[in-house]
């Protein structure tokens, strides 16, 4: 088990920003990807972007791509989620989640809430 604590959500208006943070417990997620995604109501759980174990590599979905960046912190088994220009459709539960087994995500923290306001 890989208990992952998201914390930093909040109501922002359109264009503003946050950075959330994922928080590791119990077990070093440092030679693992780590991966945020998002839900929103009525909507499948949408992929968000991903940092490899480094953090030399980052990847993200188009919808955020220039807007978000993810950002690591191996040394306090954290991983952030800075999010700029935000938009009202950027409402949604954000979730992080640990990769440890290829083609997976295995383990997921309990989400935090953004809401965006026009």
């Known amino acids: 088990q890989v208990p992952l604590v998201e914390s930093g959500g909040g109501v922002v208006q359109a264009g503003g920003s946050l950075r959330l943070s994922c928080i590791a417990s119990g077990r070093t997620v440092s030679g693992y990807r780590m991966g945020w995604f998002r839900q929103s109501p009525g909507k499948e759980r949408e992929f968000v972007g991903f940092?490899?174990?480094?953090?030399?590599?980052?990847y993200y979905a188009d919808s955020v791509k220039g807007r978000f960046t993810i950002s690591r912190d191996n040394a306090k088994n954290t991983v952030y989620l800075q999010m700029t220009s935000l938009k009202p459709e950027d409402t949604a539960v954000y979730f992080c989640?640990?990769?440890?087994?290829?083609?997976?995500?295995?383990?997921w923290g309990q989400g935090t809430q953004v809401t965006v306001s026009s």
């Open positions: 940092i490899s174990w480094n953090g030399d590599s980052t």
């Open positions: 989640s640990t990769g440890i087994t290829a083609g997976r995500w295995d383990y």
